[in-house]
Nanobody, 125 residues
Framework: QVQLVESGGGLVQAGGSLRLSCVAS????????MGWFRQAPGKEREFVAA????????VYGDSVKGRFTISRDNAKNTAYLQMNSLKPEDTAVYYC??????????????????WGQGTQVTVSS
C-alpha cells in the first residue's frame, strides 16, 4: 500500500478558500488514481473528487462541483484539493485516498486501497 499524509486543513470563514495537500510515499505515485472524501460528524463518508493517474480525467461530487478542483503533481508525489467559496456545510474531516489501477484515465468514486489519516476543515458562518 501507499502511505498518504494530508495537510492544509484549518478554520476559514464562509466564502473563503483552502488548499489541501496529500503527499504519497512507499509506492510509485503515478500508478495510482487519487481521490478526496470527507466525513462530517454523524454522517457517512462522502465522495468529493477524484483524478486519474495521468491527470486526464476528473470527477466531482455534486455538492462541490464548480467550487473545488482536484489536481496532482506526479513529480512531487502530491495530490491537491483546492476549495473555493467554502460553505459551513463543507465542514468535515477530509481524507485523501489512493487506488492502484492499470487504467490510465480512471477516476474512481469508490474501492480505494489506501487512506490518509484525515485533516479537519471547519467553515464558520
Amino acid at each position: 500500500q501507499v502511505q498518504l499524509v494530508e495537510s492544509g486543513g484549518g478554520l476559514v470563514q464562509a466564502g473563503g478558500s483552502l488548499r489541501l495537500s496529500c503527499v504519497a510515499s512507499g509506492r510509485t505515485f503515478s500508478n495510482y488514481a487519487m481521490g478526496w472524501f470527507r466525513q462530517a460528524p454523524g454522517k457517512e463518508r462522502e465522495f468529493v473528487a477524484a483524478i486519474s493517474r495521468g491527470v486526464l480525467s476528473t470527477v466531482y461530487g455534486d455538492s462541490v462541483k464548480g467550487r473545488f478542483t482536484i489536481s496532482r503533481d506526479n513529480a512531487k508525489n502530491t495530490a491537491y484539493l483546492q476549495m473555493n467559496s467554502l460553505k459551513p456545510e463543507d465542514t468535515a474531516v477530509y481524507y485523501c485516498a489512493a487506488k492502484y489501477t492499470v487504467v490510465f484515465n480512471e477516476a474512481p468514486t469508490y474501492a480505494y486501497d489506501s487512506w490518509g489519516q484525515g485533516t479537519q476543515v471547519t467553515v464558520s458562518s
